[in-house]
């Protein structure tokens, strides 16, 4: 059992000024209120923990942005050199860390998508394609089912692919195929990133998110 207020929490996040991708609030609320509507087929479990990876995973795609959510509090600095640098350096500390002491398949493929992720350049890189859901899917996996947490690997691939879906109907598109294609899959209809058609869009995601929260959630949890 949670407070519905979590949720409001989870959804309701800090805006990046003069963006260029959709919010992070934006993209943590498609993952909540779909994890949400799957739980009611019992394709998700819905619990707190489930919805705060699913949250966290929504807003991964995003780390190859020096400004995006995340990297609000994991960077001291907010430019590409800095993000080069902290995930090229984390990155080969987990390979070495692996080699050395763990061997363990999850913390090898974490050290090299960070690698990667410190050289991706925005919507143009692995993390918003099918290679990049992949990496962190399978790392993920791994750890999930090495210190028995299974029940949290839909939410997180739930949270990720919604991320990528969700940037499909933004007119700049996502380069689903990296690193064997570079092209850009869009969906037939896109809007501008934050351009008021963009902003009020996304607004009213969260808005009908918000209401239907406000009305369903409460009768699932007292099933």
């Not at 009611?40 to 489930?50: A, D, F, H």
């Not at 509090?73 to 080969?92: D, E, H, Q, S």
Request: net charge positive; aromatic share 16%; with cysteine.
């Amino acid at each position: 059992m949670f407070d519905l207020g979590v949720c409001y929490i989870l959804i309701f996040e800090v805006n990046i000024k003069r963006r260029v991708i959709m919010t992070g609030k934006t993209h943590v609320g498609i993952g909540i209120i779909s994890a949400v509507i799957l739980s009611q087929y019992k394709m998700v479990k819905l619990t707190l923990g489930g919805l705060a990876i699913c949250a966290i995973a929504s807003l991964l795609p995003d780390i190859d942005h020096p400004k995006a959510l995340l990297n609000r509090y994991i960077l001291p600095a907010k430019n590409k050199t800095v993000k080069t640098t902290i995930y090229f350096t984390l990155g080969v500390f987990f390979l070495l860390l692996n080699f050395f002491y763990l061997n363990l398949k999850y913390v090898e493929t974490l050290g090299i998508f960070f690698i990667l992720t410190g050289f991706s350049s925005h919507r143009n890189g692995i993390t918003h394609s099918l290679a990049g859901l992949l990496c962190f899917g399978l790392a993920f996996g791994f750890a999930a089912k090495a210190y028995g947490f299974k029940e949290y690997i839909i939410p997180f691939f739930l949270g990720y692919g919604l991320h990528i879906i969700a940037d499909m109907f933004t007119n700049r598109g996502v380069p689903l195929l990296y690193p064997f294609k570079k092209r850009k899959y869009k969906m037939p209809i896109t809007f501008t990133v934050g351009s008021f058609w963009g902003n009020l869009f996304e607004g009213l995601i969260i808005l009908i998110g918000l209401v239907y929260l406000t009305f369903k959630l409460p009768e699932i949890l007292l099933k």
